[in-house]
Structures are given as C-alpha cells and as structure tokens.
C-alpha cells in the first residue's frame, strides 16, 4: 500500500448537472439543481505507516475558515484551505534571485484525502442552528466524559505539587513482565500500579491503602526502595525502617529520591506460609541477602521469574541447591549452573557464578539478580542456538526486526527478517540471499534509509562497506529498521569495478526516449562509452555521429570529451542523454556557432521578473546574419509543433534569466557572445510557451520533456 502524493486540484463549487449530467448516478433526483459548495477539506499529514489527521471547515459556508488540529482551532485563509492543500511539488525559496538558478522542489506529504460538499439547495437544513436535544445520546454522553477527563486532569495538574505518585512493584508484576516485556532488570515501573498519595499523609495511611487494594495486611507488608545503580541499573536497594515508616509521604519521598520528588518507587516484600497465605516477613539482618532469580529454558529460549530468596552472606551456593532446585521445578540433586546478571548498556554483562564461593566473596548484595539454568555441559549448537544465559541475553539485546524493501518498490515492505546488531556484512547479505532463495549472496546489493525523507540513500553500500548491522541501519542520530535490496546479474565485488552509467538515448527521428545501462571498467572513456551505446541503440544511418550530455533541471551544463574518464561521472542527480550529431552542426564554418535553446515561462507567484525552465533543452546551429523568423522555421520543424500551438510562442533572448523579447527581423547571432565561455547554460534562446505536461514528483521532473515521448528502459 502506498500513499499518492501527487497534485490533485479541486473546486470551491461542484456542478454535477454539467454535460447533461454525466457524472450523476442513474438513480439520482435530477428534478433539483445538483450544484455542491465546498464545505470542509479532510487533511492527512504524513505516509502510510502514519501521520496526523486534521481539517479546514467553513462552518457557515462563508469566506471565513478554520482550521481544526485536536483541540486547536484557528482562523486560516482560503489559499491554506484549498491550495495548499492540493499535493504535488513545493519549492524551496531560491537562494540568489539574480540568477536562474532552479529552485529546489520536494513532494508534500499534507494534502487532501477527503472533501465535504454540501447542495446549495439542503444547505438551509444542513447549516442550521445545533441545540443539545439535536446530538445523539451517545455523543452527548462521549463529551460530558471527556469534559469531566479534561476538568480532572486540569484540576490534577494545579494540584500536583501537593500529591506523591507511589509506584508499588510485587513479586505478581515481575512474574507478568519478565520473558514477556523485559528481560533485563526487574520490572517497567511504569506498567505497575501506582497510587496518588496527598504528601502530608502518614506513609502507614498509605499502607492502608494498599491493604485496600492486595487484600494485604498492613503488619503483613514490608516496601523497599529502590536504587539507580552506578552501571545504570535499578533494583530494590533495602527495607524501610520504622521510622521512616513513621513519616509522612512527602517527607519519605525527599529523602529516598532527591533526583526525582515527583515519585516514590517502591516493591512489596510479602512472605507466605506453607498454605500460600500471607505471614509476617521474616526478620532481616546484616547477613541477610535478598536475591531475586530468573530461570533459563535453553530449548524453550524462554526466560521468565520464579521467586526471590533470603541466603546468608557467607554460605555458598552449593548448600542452597535443594532450595533453587525447588524453585526452578527441578528435582533436588540437578545440576545447575548461575549467572550474576550484572548489567546491559551498552553491552550484556552477565558473568558465572563460582559454587565454592560465598555469596559475599561473589560480591552479591540485596537486590542482585541470578539466573539459573540445568547445566548446559554436553549440549550442542544444533539442540539449541543460545546454549547460556549470557548467550541468550546477547541475542535479546542485539536482535533487530529489520524490514526489507525491493529498490524498484521503495515504498513497500517487502518482508522482515530477525536480525542481530552485530551481524557483519556477509551476515546480512547471507540471510536475505537465503530468504530470497538466491544461491550466491554476492548478488545481493543493500542500500540504507534515510530517516528525514523517508526514501533510499543515494549511494548503496558498497561490499563490505559496513562492518555490522547497525553501521547499515544508522543515519546520524537516529536508527533505522529498514533495508532496500537489489538482485543484480552479476557478483557486487564484480560490478564495482565496473562504472555504471544511465543514459537516456533521444532517436534522431523517432519521437521516443530509450534507456540504457552501460557498464565498464572505471577507466574507460566516454569515448568508450559511446562506442558500446552504438552497439545497443537504432541510429538514423550507420555513420552517424553521437555526443554524451549533461542535462539538470533542463539545461545543457556540459558535452563531454571523449577523452574524459568515466570514472567520476555522476548519473546520480545529473540527466546523462545520448543523442546524435545534426550533420548542420559539423559544418558550422567560422561565421556560425551552437547555440543553447530551452523551454521556459514566467513564475506568476514571483514578485519580481522569475522564469522557470521546462522540458527538453536542445543546441541549434545558427549562422551570421540569420534573422529569428528564420530560425522559428526550423525549431517548429524540430519540434514537430502545429502552427496554431506554434503561434502562441514567444522567443527572447536570456541571460542570466532577464530575458529579451525578440522580434522576427531581429539577428539572433547578435546577441551571443562570439566564443564559448564558461557558464554559456545561462545564455540561451528561450522559447516561452505554457507547460502542458502533467506535474511529476521531483525524481521524474527534472527530466521531464516539453512534449511526453515514450520511454523504454534496457537494463
């Protein structure tokens, strides 16, 4: 699916009785007059994947428009409504007036998808006065609700300062996002539930309050506070004290969180007896050392929680065993093995757990978290991918969903494959030539995104031009998750020797365009280059002559030597066109020269004298002392122009864009300089006339032709 930009213009007034009434259903009431007026423009702002809706309405039909964005509405003008709300191209302001520098154009993305119009004879019933008995009960009830949101969050805000938010994570919300949402740390302490506390409050008020909500009673509960650690984790640091207890909200809060005041982040330690109800929490002391444990299923590639435990200091792992066995679902004498997850940015570090040491010697305090797994001694690559912990934890923290286009099709997801950040380039390459069902992934060309026009970049990646997966998807600041990919005819290493060049061949007397893609070694000439364009393209007699151009934004900037290396030519933004060499030009004698001619009309939204070139440039021979209605004679032959189309032209003479009418008696040779100069693409013969071709996006305009030939492409 994709979203047209192009530009599509519409009326303030629809006349649908129009032509007999053709554009009227069969079944349609013709005894009334079917004229429609514009009454709102539906706006959508952005591509297929997303973007902001909003609208221009004209709520009585009048002059008088607004703009409706969410809650936001404004007076706007009916140029914004209407006009600009047409698609198509934007320019760019040019930079140096003076000089006819084209400006740039881009596609709009913010335009019409929906229009309301209204009939002049319902506008009477339509347009009318709204009382509340004329909206709809679930309408009226829709906005009373969001009325009464819209006062509390209002009455919120102005209150906030006198309020705590408390987030209580429990052991039930680690069970719920572990192995699911996260796999790092402990809990989103945004997706917990939180309380808006009043900070005078006692915090044992507040303890009531959650024996209210989890059924807990309050000498049942013990809370933790929770710690930014230096390597930038979080976990529940130590117990609340009594006293601390004792104080209020606010209080508690400006001691725990200096950083952030405007929220208490606390975990609800709750013990159970052996008939999994609650009992009070055993006491703590030094020696005690909360950990929290997650189990690893090496088969499943499953990670999820499964308790947390008191052990002393200086006992070892080894002699908890048959504790962490239970905990785990495995039976009392299975081995084992636990990871200390320790920390994840920018890399995982996840590190074994020696049995034989104690817990302190591990250096594990309250809060740490370990992993445990069976042991994975004697399991293979082929039973399982990620055999550890550290193993799996890396590929969590690395995958990437990567979503592939075909070049040709850039706007379309194609299909996505998984992927890991450290994939290398051959890597990549592998996994969409395996995709694809292609034999050699050398055929494979990858060119990266760019975030900000949302389009390919124009250089694909060269092989091996990028070490890993995330060099690829990179664009400053910004990640990416798509990839356009090309299948070539031959290997990339191989075509990278090779100059690829696009050059459009004009037919010396056939009205078309053909496309062809020549490569060749780096080195070559353009010399070369026309010799192999013989070979491919129909030429009007077997001597005929070719020259190799440089066309943007239809000028002639440039004839190539055929000397000139092709190496550092660029098709990229650049028009390479072919054609062939009138024999009246070889035989120009010292009194005649080549002159540059373009197609060119005012720009009537400029305040000053602004002309702007259109369709296909061309050179003409001209000779001493030939006056313009002489050479009108051969550029409507060229162009093949009827006379009635022809007559309408103007002809002036243009440099630097200030153009010159001429008139028929006058000497067009007089008003070129005798010898070439650089920048001679701004002296030219205009031929001023209206641009009858259909608007393009910017890719396909600059090359566009001032009368559409039919193009054929060869690859």
């Not at 003076?98 to 209204?118: Q, R």
Request: charged residues 30%; aromatic residues 10%.
């Amino acid at each position: 699916m994709v979203k047209i930009n192009d530009r599509y213009e519409f009326p303030l007034e629809l006349d649908l009785d129009r032509e007999n009434g053709k554009y009227l259903s069969p079944d349609a009431d013709r005894s009334v007059r079917n004229l429609y007026t514009l009454h709102s423009v539906l706006v959508h702002s952005g591509g297929v994947h997303g973007g902001h809706y909003y609208a221009y309405i004209r709520p009585t039909l009048s002059d008088k428009w607004f703009k409706f964005d969410d809650e936001r509405v404004t007076k706007e003008d009916m140029k914004r409504a209407l006009e600009e709300q047409y698609g198509g191209e934007e320019e760019l302001p040019q930079t140096n007036p003076g000089f006819n520098n084209s400006p740039f154009k881009f596609t709009k993305y913010s335009n019409a998808y929906m229009l309301v119009y209204i009939r002049e004879s319902d506008k009477e019933k339509i347009i009318c006065n709204v009382d509340e008995k004329d909206i709809a009960e679930h309408l009226r009830i829709r906005l009373k609700k969001e009325q009464e949101e819209k006062e509390l969050k209002k009455k919120e805000k102005a209150e906030a300062h006198l309020y705590t938010i408390i987030k209580v994570a429990r052991d039930a919300d680690l069970v719920e996002q572990i192995g699911k949402e996260i796999y790092f740390d402990l809990v989103d302490h945004d997706k917990v539930r939180n309380f808006r506390i009043q900070k005078q409050l006692s915090f044992n008020t507040f303890k009531e309050e959650v024996a209210k909500e989890f059924g807990i009673p309050v000498q049942l509960q013990r809370f933790w506070l929770w710690a930014k650690r230096q390597n930038h984790t979080y976990r529940p640091n130590r117990p609340l004290t009594p006293q601390e207890e004792a104080q209020s909200v606010g209080q508690l809060r400006e001691v725990s969180n200096k950083a952030n005041n405007a929220e208490l982040k606390l975990f609800l330690e709750v013990a159970f007896g052996v008939d999994l109800r609650p009992i009070p929490p055993p006491e703590k002391i030094k020696e005690d050392i909360l950990l929290f444990f997650k189990l690893y299923d090496p088969l499943k590639e499953e990670l999820r929680y499964v308790g947390r435990l008191f052990v002393k200091g200086n006992s070892k792992p080894m002699e908890n065993f048959e504790k962490l066995n239970e905990m785990a679902g495995f039976a009392p004498d299975e081995e084992i093995e636990l990871f200390e997850e320790i920390k994840y940015d920018p890399h995982v570090m996840c590190e074994r757990i020696d049995m034989k040491l104690s817990f302190r010697d591990s250096q594990l305090e309250d809060g740490d978290i370990i992993c445990i797994q069976k042991s994975s001694q004697g399991q293979s690559s082929e039973e399982c991918r990620y055999p550890t912990v550290p193993a799996f934890l890396d590929y969590v923290h690395n995958r990437q969903m990567v979503r592939f286009r075909s070049l040709e099709k850039a706007k379309e997801d194609e299909f996505s494959l998984e992927l890991s950040k450290q994939n290398n380039y051959d890597e990549v390459v592998q996994s969409v030539a395996r995709h694809l069902g292609l034999e050699d992934p050398s055929k494979i060309r990858l060119t990266p995104h760019n975030c900000y026009s949302q389009q390919p970049k124009p250089q694909p990646i060269k092989y091996r031009g990028a070490e890993r997966l995330t060099d690829m998807l990179v664009h400053y600041n910004q990640i990416s998750d798509i990839l356009y990919y090309e299948v070539l005819d031959i290997p990339l290493p191989e075509l990278q020797g090779l100059k690829t060049l696009k050059i459009a061949f004009h037919h010396a007397t056939k009205d078309e365009v053909v496309i062809h893609t020549i490569r060749l070694p780096k080195q070559s000439t353009v010399g070369d280059v026309i010799s192999d364009l013989k070979t491919k393209v129909e030429l009007s007699h077997p001597d005929a002559e070719l020259r190799l151009l440089e066309v943007f934004y239809h000028k002639i900037y440039k004839i190539f030597p055929l000397h000139e290396k092709i190496e550092n030519i660029n098709d990229q933004y650049w028009t390479l066109r072919a054609e062939e060499i009138p024999e009246e030009e070889k035989n120009l004698g010292a009194l005649g020269r080549l002159i540059h001619v373009y197609h060119f009309m005012k720009d009537p939204a400029q305040n000053q004298v602004q002309v702007q070139n259109f369709g296909d440039p061309f050179f003409l021979a001209i000779h001493e002392g030939e006056t313009l209605e002489e050479v009108k004679i051969r550029i409507q032959k060229k162009l093949r122009v009827s006379d009635e189309e022809f007559s309408k032209w103007k002809f002036a003479f243009l440099s630097l864009g200030r153009p010159e009418y001429l008139q028929d008696s006058d000497i067009v040779s007089s008003r070129f300089q005798k010898r070439d100069v650089y920048g001679a693409w701004e002296q030219y013969l205009g031929l001023e006339h209206s641009d009858n071709t259909p608007k393009r996006s910017y890719a396909a305009n600059q090359n566009r032709h001032a009368y559409e030939k039919p193009v054929r492409i060869y690859n």
